[in-house]
Structure formats: C-alpha cells, structure tokens
C-alpha cells in the first residue's frame, strides 16, 4: 500500500494502481473515454485513442526539476501510477477547461443535438419538431448513452457548439450487434477487449473512416469487410464498453441477449459520471418518461429510501412515492432500460455491498409494482 493525498484527503491505495483507479476506489470521479474499469487504457495500446479528459494536477514536496510529477503538473490520471507522498486535485479552473476543450474536439461532427433539446423528454424518437435531419440527431441509445451522461458532466452550460451538419449515418446489423461507425468517438475500448479477451478473435482494428471529414479521429472498424469475415464469435464484449451507440444489440431481443453477455462476461461495471437527483416537484415528476427502467429515491439527508426496477417509470415513481418508504424521499433518479430487472439487481448489489444491507424501501417487497395497466405502458 501507499499513501497519497486526495483533493485534500489522505488516503491508502495499492501499489501498482492508476491514479485513474485510485481515485475510482476512493469516490472521486474523473472523465474518461479511453479508459475502462478491467481494461488497459486504449491510449497505451493505440495513442490515436488518446482522449486527454482524465487529467488530474499532482504535486509532490521536494520533487527534482524534470520530474513528470513535478509540482502543480498536469498528467494523464490513467497512465501515471501511484506513488507515496503524491498530493492530486481532480478538478480546477485549469483542467476543466483542459477537458472541455478536448471534448469539443472529439465531439466535431457528433450527432447530440437531442441533448440540448427543450423537448427531448418527450420526443417520440421519430420525427423531429425542430426538423433535425437524422444524421444530426441522437441515437435510439439516447438516456441510456455514456458519453451523454459524459458531455453533460464536462460541459453542463452546453457551450460547446453543436454543428448543424455532421458525417452521413450508416448502420450495419450482423447477428444482433448493429455497427453505427458515424457515431464513433475512437475510444478504443472495443479494441482493446476484442485484443485481450479469450473469447474473441481480434476482429476490429482502429483506422480512418472512409468519406469521414479531415481530421476526423479513427474509428473502430471490421479488419475485413465484416465483423463475419474478421473471425468475430460475438461475444458482445465490444458493445459492452462501447460509451456510445456505435455498437449496439436494439431492441428487445438484443437487450436480453447483450444482458444474459453481461451475466457470463468477466467485464465490471463503467464507471459514470455522477448524476444530479431531481427534487420531487410536480414539473419533475411529470417530465418522466413511461418506459421500462429503475427508479431510486433519496431522503433530504442523502440516504437511499428505495431501488426499484419498474416497467412504467412514471407510474412506478408515483406508486413509491405513495407508500411509506416513500414518504421521506425529496429527490428522485431515474434510469431508462428495457431489461429493468437486471440493473435493479445490479443497483441492488452495490448498495447491500458497501452498506450491508437493503435500502429500507426495498425490504418491504415490491408487489406494489406487479399490478401496471397495460394502457399506462405507453
């Protein structure tokens, strides 16, 4: 073990860690692309991944001229590794402002106008109000998308523009994975698990796009012309890390077949940005979606009343709510996910592992949530 000092708060990490890793298992967030818990950071496989939005600010007393953990340094939080003595701060005006202009860069030509969108709770995901053409627009993994949740974290004014134009969308469906290379960011995540994993074949390699604008970064693509012709198994490790929806298993059939992946897969968890828990209010409550998906509720003081998977997030929300575990709860989350089940569960074992036991709500069983009207599905 070594200790080291964390935005002001000593703490002990083991000896071979990332700064990225340790500051994961201490509780402070940082914002990540190339990297993936389990995983080595694409950037040290392919620099081309390089996504530059994890730097921290180290310093350490009595460190020689050159050193690369000299004082007041900015350095990559998912290549440098622990060291004693280390003092790291996570955020400042200096690397917020680093990390945001590097987002804007790898967002160039994104599609994410749904985003900023006044009526993106609403929208039925088919026709645009304010005549977006399609190639500009979100995916169908829009709420449930890594690098939504990550734009909004980096960028919660919204002051990086969104262009107008973007890349022509092409999707490609072999099995149940469908390959949307315009939506792309070059993370290099699916590269690195399609290189390590004992289940797969090394069917993807990181290169330019055909037709894509100049200076665009790479992207992952078959090695062949198909993911068939590389040797890919279709594991769906790749669209496990995928941040984005550049690879995807849509709809129903493809949720539970990429969900029974996750169960057998050795893959963890990634690691989100933190979300802002909305007050219960009326407005609030009446911006949530009816779609399968898990709600939590929180009490004043920041303890969690209540996980629970429901199949119409706004019904469920208004049944917790109603009964007495629901009666303390001043904020709200919800999660948008069609196998609900399986993300309560997740959620679930998180919160009884570090705190030992259940939320309080959730020992009083959920049959309040077996009884939905079918009309209040859609």
């Given amino acids: 073990m070594v200790s080291l000092t964390l935005n002001g708060v000593k703490v002990d990490v083991q000896t071979g860690m990332s700064l990225l890793e340790a500051c994961d298992r201490s509780g402070a967030y940082i914002p990540r692309l190339c990297s993936y818990p389990g995983l080595a950071p694409a950037c040290e496989v392919s620099p081309e991944s390089e996504c530059g939005l994890c730097l ?6 009595g460190t020689p001229i050159g050193d690369p953990l000299g004082t007041g ?10 060291s004693s003595g280390l003092d790291v701060l996570t955020d ?10 590097r987002l804007a860069s790898i967002l160039a030509g994104h599609p994410r106008v749904c985003l900023a969108c006044p009526d993106r709770d609403g929208c039925s995901r088919e026709e645009c109000t304010y005549g977006n053409p ?30 107008g134009a973007v890349e022509v ?16 960011v070059g993370c290099g995540r699916c590269f690195v698990v399609c290189e390590t994993s004992p289940e797969a074949r090394r069917a993807l390699v990181l290169a330019a796009r055909p037709g894509a604008l100049q200076g665009a970064r790479s992207v992952a693509l ?38 029974g992946r996750r169960e057998r897969s050795d893959l963890r968890a990634a690691v989100l940005p933190p979300v802002t828990w909305e007050e219960v209010t009326e407005p609030a409550l009446s911006r949530v979606r009816k779609e399968a998906g898990v709600l939590q509720l929180l009490d004043a003081g920041g303890r969690i009343l209540r996980i629970s998977g429901v199949a119409n997030l706004r019904q469920g929300l208004a049944q917790a709510l109603g009964e ?5 709860a001043r904020y709200f989350l919800v999660e948008a996910d069609p196998i609900y089940t399986q ?10 592992q570090e705190h030992g036991k259940l939320p309080p709500g959730n020992d009083l069983g959920d049959e309040l949530f077996t009884d939905l009207d079918e009309e209040d599905l859609f």
């Fill in 56 to 61: 921290v600010r180290v310093s350490r007393e």
């Fill in 73 to 82: 340094r900015a350095v990559h939080a998912c290549t440098t590794p622990v």
């Fill in 92 to 101: 400042d005006a200096e690397l917020r402002a680093a990390r945001l202009e």
């Fill in 134 to 163: 399609t190639e500009a627009r979100c995916c169908d993994e829009f709420g449930r998308c890594e690098l939504a949740r990550l734009i909004v974290y980096v960028d919660p004014a919204s002051t990086i523009p969104v262009r």
């Fill in 169 to 184: 969308r092409d999707g490609v469906v072999e099995g149940l994975i469908r390959r949307e290379p315009g939506l792309c």
């Fill in 222 to 259: 078959p090695r062949e012309e198909t993911l068939r012709q590389s040797g890919c198994t279709f594991c769906g490790r790749c669209v496990l890390v995928c941040p984005t929806g550049a690879l995807a298993a849509p709809g129903e059939k493809g949720a539970r077949w990429l969900a």
């Fill in 324 to 328: 007495p575990s629901g009666a303390a």
């Fill in 343 to 352: 993300r309560e569960s997740e959620l679930l074992a998180l919160y009884a």
